[in-house]
């Protein structure tokens, strides 16, 4: 089955820097990449995703990079506020029904 | 506005217990997922459903049934509830297309002692 792999489990920035978190996938099948911001207490949500034909979309201050060929992407999150502190999961997708397998999550800390 | 509720926010069972958590979502997604959360390992599925009565072992089954017996209801039963699935549930739902969102309940607390 897929594996996905997510990269920093945390990571610590400061107010106005940028943050990227990174992924890597198995199943070259996989045509969908969802990003999912769960904030402390909260249920997931959806921020971002991007489809197998396009390679990077962007909205206002988050964006997601996509290489195929080197089966892995990308969540960029520029000039970060405290309100971006969060859980970030990547996912994919696209091959079974609506199943997605997600990463393992990275603890994303804004300090102001 | 879409909305998926799950019966309990917190759950406090015996180790031996029979267990319900229940899911509801009003979109009329085909497609409900039941996930669970640890810290570190990120959102594992232990089963899903594309249809009524239709059911898909996810990764991590083991302990764990579902039932699907109307469209918007998707219950997770743990038989004999043991400490190890002492955990955080999510329940999703989405469209029975291929690559989409899924929308997340907020959630159950389960601990089992």
């Known amino acids: 089955g897929e594996n996905v792999e997510q990269h920093p489990s945390t990571l610590s920035v400061q107010e106005g820097d940028s943050a990227v978190i990174k992924c890597t996938y198995s199943?070259?099948?996989?045509?969908?990449f969802p990003w999912y911001k769960q904030e402390l207490g909260k249920r997931p949500q959806l921020i971002i995703d991007i489809r197998s034909n396009v390679g990077e979309k962007k909205d206002q201050r988050i964006a997601v990079t996509l290489n195929k060929t080197a089966k892995h992407f990308s969540l960029h999150i520029t000039e970060t506020q405290p309100e971006d502190s969060a859980v970030y999961f990547c996912?994919?997708?696209?091959?079974?029904?609506?199943?997605?397998?997600f990463g393992q999550g990275t603890i994303l800390t804004v300090h102001p | 506005d879409v909305k998926v509720t799950q019966s309990s926010r917190y759950l406090v069972k015996r180790t031996g217990e029979k267990v319900f958590l229940e899911c509801v979502q009003d979109?009329?997604?085909?497609?409900m997922f039941w996930y669970r959360q640890d810290p570190g390992l990120g959102l594992r599925l232990i089963y899903f459903s594309y249809d009524v009565k239709m059911k898909e072992k996810g990764d991590i089954p083991e302990g764990y049934s579902v039932s699907r017996e109307k469209k918007e209801r998707f219950s997770l039963i743990l038989e004999s509830a043991s400490t190890n699935q002492t955990s955080m549930y999510l329940c999703a739902s989405s469209p029975s297309d291929r690559g989409r969102e899924q929308y997340f309940g907020p959630g159950t607390r389960l601990t089992v002692t």
């Open positions: 979109m009329d997604h085909e497609n």
């Open positions: 996912a994919t997708g696209g091959t079974s029904y609506g199943k997605l397998t």
């Open positions: 199943d070259s099948a996989s045509n969908y």
